[in-house]
């Protein structure tokens, strides 16, 4: 059985981490998978996979040593194992760390979407198709779009293949910590919208906040809002419901594991992002047969059609999500219409099988070195 190391810079809860998991349960049986990554908070999901684990500090301060360490904890399962593939999630400076240290082994980049302002990602982006240029036998992108941005950076079209994240549909819902939520906040005979994730600044939840406050004076329903996860914009979002005189409406419940189980307590699923690759929390929600409101923007889009399997609003425009939102609200046959044709746009692109067989077709091509059409 031929040994793959999946790398992985950090170990929180968001996307990239979960995609790793769902690729490591789909593979763990076909390849002799190691994670090499920092400890973390879904740490304990990976370990229940039965798969070996190799830790190494999660570089942030001390960046000397810290690489180093990297460094020695690869070298002693190249000591250990012939690896025959090294698979890096989304930092790309550690290709150059692998590279160093086993300059023969292949290499796969899997590229996740770079956030923060348009000045760090036109950075990151340009480094990562500068590195890979040199370091990376191939790189997954998880969009067209993604393809688009790092071959405009100069990266070879030859190295990339597109590989959407995919969700394993059979993952049930925690029926009971729904039902344990709306009992603690209140939320029965309410429609339930809002949004579960990190709470950053690059998902303009403040937009929705905003949007949601003119809702509730144009509206009969009664309406709550709901933000599931954490994150450095909590203050602010929590301070600008205040403001808005909301915050008796608006919930905040904190980080809660293995979020995608208890996606069905929204009524109506909200991302007003301003970027994405592939993501996740979307492809969960299509999964769950959610109605989804979500932003028209390239990054976001080209997952859905509008009016069919999403309701897309104006980029940015508050007014807009406004009236989208309002309009999903009072038209349960509409609600219906999106739920179902999310869940057939997830079927018929965002499945967790065909995720992991287009890997591992990868891996093949790589392993025999030919090509493969997937």
Request: with cysteine.
């Given at each position: 059985?031929?040994?793959v190391v999946h790398i992985l810079p950090y170990m929180a809860k968001g996307g990239t981490e979960k995609h790793v998991l769902t690729l490591m349960r789909g593979l763990r049986t076909k390849y002799n998978l190691i994670l090499l990554a920092p400890k973390g908070e879904i740490l304990e999901e990976f370990l229940n996979l039965g798969i070996e684990y190799k830790e190494f500090p999660e570089i942030k301060r001390n960046v000397f040593n810290k690489v180093k360490a990297f460094e020695n904890a690869l070298l002693e399962l190249s000591k250990?194992?012939?690896?025959?593939?090294?698979?890096?999630?989304?930092?790309?400076?550690?290709?150059?760390?692998?590279?160093?240290?086993?300059?023969?082994?292949?290499?796969?980049?899997?590229?996740?979407?770079?956030?923060?302002?348009?000045?760090?990602?036109?950075?990151?982006?340009?480094?990562?198709?500068?590195?890979?240029?040199?370091?990376?036998?191939?790189?997954?992108?998880?969009?067209?779009?993604?393809?688009?941005?790092?071959?405009?950076?100069?990266?070879?079209?030859?190295?990339?293949?597109?590989?959407?994240?995919?969700?394993?549909?059979?993952?049930?819902?925690?029926?009971?910590?729904?039902?344990?939520?709306?009992?603690?906040?209140?939320?029965?005979?309410?429609?339930?919208?809002?949004?579960?994730?990190?709470?950053?600044?690059?998902?303009?939840?403040?937009?929705?906040?905003?949007?949601?406050?003119?809702?509730?004076?144009?509206?009969?329903?009664?309406?709550?809002?709901?933000?599931?996860?954490?994150?450095?914009?909590?203050?602010?979002?929590?301070?600008?419901?205040?403001?808005?005189?909301?915050?008796?409406?608006?919930?905040?419940?904190?980080?809660?594991?293995?979020?995608?189980?208890?996606?069905?307590?929204?009524?109506?699923?909200?991302?007003?992002?301003?970027?994405?690759?592939?993501?996740?929390?979307?492809?969960?929600?299509?999964?769950?047969?959610?109605?989804?409101?979500?932003?028209?923007?390239?990054?976001?889009?080209?997952?859905?059609?509008?009016?069919?399997?999403?309701?897309?609003?104006?980029?940015?425009?508050?007014?807009?999500?406004?009236?989208?939102?309002?309009?999903?609200?009072?038209?349960?046959?509409?609600?219906?219409?999106?739920?179902?044709?999310?869940?057939?746009?997830?079927?018929?692109?965002?499945?967790?099988?065909?995720?992991?067989?287009?890997?591992?077709?990868?891996?093949?091509?790589?392993?025999?070195?030919?090509?493969?059409?997937?």
């Amino acid at each position: 059985m031929k040994t793959v190391v999946h790398i992985l810079p950090y170990m929180a809860k968001g996307g990239t981490e979960k995609h790793v998991l769902t690729l490591m349960r789909g593979l763990r049986t076909k390849y002799n998978l190691i994670l090499l990554a920092p400890k973390g908070e879904i740490l304990e999901e990976f370990l229940n996979l039965g798969i070996e684990y190799k830790e190494f500090p999660e570089i942030k301060r001390n960046v000397f040593n810290k690489v180093k360490a990297f460094e020695n904890a690869l070298l002693e399962l190249s000591k250990k194992y012939t690896i025959d593939i090294l698979h890096i999630h989304a930092a790309h400076e550690f290709l150059i760390f692998s590279k160093k240290v086993l300059p023969e082994t292949p290499i796969i980049f899997h590229l996740s979407a770079y956030q923060g302002s348009s000045i760090s990602k036109w950075i990151n982006y340009k480094l990562a198709a500068l590195i890979c240029r040199k370091k990376a036998d191939y790189v997954v992108a998880v969009s067209d779009e993604e393809k688009r941005i790092i071959t405009k950076k100069g990266l070879q079209n030859n190295k990339i293949r597109i590989i959407y994240n995919g969700y394993e549909s059979k993952e049930g819902d925690d029926i009971k910590t729904i039902n344990d939520i709306k009992k603690l906040y209140n939320l029965e005979g309410y429609t339930i919208i809002g949004n579960l994730g990190r709470l950053h600044r690059t998902k303009r939840l403040n937009i929705l906040i905003k949007a949601f406050a003119i809702l509730k004076n144009n509206i009969r329903q009664n309406v709550k809002l709901l933000f599931i996860g954490d994150g450095p914009e909590k203050k602010h979002l929590q301070n600008l419901s205040s403001k808005l005189g909301i915050k008796n409406d608006v919930i905040f419940t904190g980080f809660i594991k293995r979020g995608d189980k208890i996606l069905k307590i929204f009524d109506i699923f909200i991302l007003p992002t301003s970027f994405e690759g592939c993501s996740n929390v979307l492809v969960e929600a299509m999964a769950k047969k959610l109605p989804i409101i979500t932003t028209d923007i390239p990054s976001v889009k080209w997952m859905f059609k509008d009016g069919e399997s999403a309701v897309l609003f104006k980029n940015g425009n508050i007014k807009n999500l406004e009236i989208k939102l309002r309009e999903l609200i009072i038209n349960k046959n509409l609600r219906k219409k999106i739920s179902e044709g999310a869940f057939k746009r997830f079927k018929e692109v965002f499945r967790a099988d065909d995720m992991v067989r287009k890997i591992d077709f990868l891996y093949k091509e790589i392993l025999t070195n030919q090509f493969k059409v997937i």
